[in-house]
């Protein structure tokens, strides 16, 4: 029997809004009488995080979109006035986010001599950090734990690039990536070379044409109200330093690719 003919719309949204976005795809193929009820507005927003308007409010790309399409698109939204972006990962349903540059505290950032801000085609903010020349680096940022997925082990990751023909004082010379949550350091700072040369095992290549450094990694059982602080620092005075290109900071859960 087919029960599209016998119960209401309401009923039939219900039902498929009790299994997964994956058995929802799979019944509006199927089944072309259910394809408007699955593709519904009703049947999606139930597989969003309970407080997802809250975390979507700054977002002003969002709103063009449908909640299937929202919920299955491979580009992030961008939120807090396009400095972050927010994307749930796929099959986990866990929650990421991105902080772009303009979202972190980057010391001398504002003058010109030391760092430039810029646009570049595969980053998805507007402007992205690059070095121009410092003696010494300091980058620190955080994140509210509530927003965060609950009961997940969570990776911080330095979104980077550098620019070879200007780099200066990073082969050989790591530096320290830090990150602690409520001011409490979980582990000794790790220390790092961005440098691609010097093999470092924390340091890889993303398929989206940027690299990430492995920063640290948490476990956020609750969330609650605490605050996970993470920073990028390179004190030593003895050399200059450029070349490198920040777009930002990305807390994904541990052991999902990009």
């Known amino acids: 029997m087919d029960f599209t003919k016998i119960l209401p719309e309401e009923c039939q949204s219900l ?7 994956a058995d929802a795809c799979r019944s509006a193929m199927v089944s072309p009488s259910l394809r408007s009820v699955a593709d519904s507005d009703a ?8 407080d997802y308007n809250s975390i979507l409010s700054s977002s002003t790309s969002s709103l063009s979109l449908g909640k299937k399409d929202l919920y299955l698109s491979s580009h992030p939204v961008l939120i807090q006035n396009g400095t972050m972006s927010f994307q749930l990962e796929k099959g ?4 990421c986010y991105r902080l772009g540059a303009r979202a972190l505290t ?18 998805r903010f507007l ?3 690059e070095l121009v020349q410092v003696w010494w680096i300091d980058v620190t940022g955080k994140i509210e734990t509530r927003i965060l997925s609950p009961n997940t082990n969570y990776a911080v990751y330095l979104v980077f690039k550098l620019r070879y023909q200007h780099i200066l004082g990073f082969r050989r010379r ?14 000794e700072e790790r220390r790092v070379s961005l440098y691609p ?16 450094a492995e920063m640290g990694e948490f476990w956020n059982e609750c969330g609650g109200d605490g605050i996970v602080e993470f920073s990028l620092k390179q004190i030593d005075t003895g050399y200059p330093k450029r070349g490198l290109i920040i777009e930002g900071i990305e807390i994904r859960s541990k052991n999902v690719g990009s």
């Not at 039902?15 to 976005?21: N, R």
């Not at 999606?44 to 309970?50: D, G, L, Q, S, V």
């Not at 790591?174 to 582990?187: E, I, K, M």
């Open 15 to 21: 039902i498929i809004s009790l299994t997964s976005p």
């Open 92 to 95: 986990t349903r866990k929650r």
């Open 197 to 212: 040369g010097d093999e470092s095992r924390h340091v890889r290549d993303r398929e989206d044409g940027w690299m990430e």
């Open 127 to 129: 402007e992205v950090a």
């Open 174 to 187: 790591p530096v320290g990536l830090n990150v602690s949550v409520d001011g409490v350091t979980l582990r």
């Open 43 to 50: 049947v999606w927003e139930k597989f969003f995080p309970c």
């Open 106 to 123: 980057i010391i001398w950032g504002d003058s010109p001599d030391k760092w430039t801000w810029t646009s570049l085609p595969e980053s």
